[in-house]
């Protein structure tokens, strides 16, 4: 079945890096748009960042652009978020998504960013 498993978040300083992975199982990777999302505190889950299933294209809420980066490695079927410049807005669970038919979640992982 489809599983997707988030890992990579914790504790962060202001101003400071994290790389969030998801590995996934259970379908056809390469062929497959990724997506990340999270969810703050008191608020509704929201869209971050988005990739094609080749890698060539890539979106971004406005809240992360210029700050977050996502990949892909097909051959190792992980989709990654390096996050930069993080500020305590950023806090929340990140949750790692593919749509094949029907919509499906990673467990999340937590991100803090906090002094």
């Known amino acids: 079945q489809v599983q997707l498993v988030e890992s990579g978040g914790g504790l962060v300083q202001p101003g400071g890096s994290l790389r969030l992975s998801c590995a996934a199982s259970?379908?056809?990777?390469?062929?497959?748009?990724m997506r990340w999302y999270r969810r703050a505190p008191g608020k509704d889950r929201e869209f971050v960042a988005d990739?094609?299933?080749?890698?060539?294209?890539?979106d971004y809420a406005d809240a992360v652009k210029g700050r977050f980066a996502i990949s892909r490695d097909n051959a190792k079927r992980m989709v990654f978020l390096q996050m930069n410049n993080l500020k305590p807005e950023d806090t929340a669970v990140y949750y790692c998504?593919?749509?094949?038919?029907?919509?499906?979640w990673g467990q999340g992982t937590q991100v803090t960013v906090s002094s």
């Open positions: 998504r593919v749509d094949l038919g029907r919509t499906y």
């Open positions: 990739i094609s299933s080749g890698g060539g294209l890539t």
């Open positions: 259970g379908f056809t990777f390469s062929s497959a748009t």
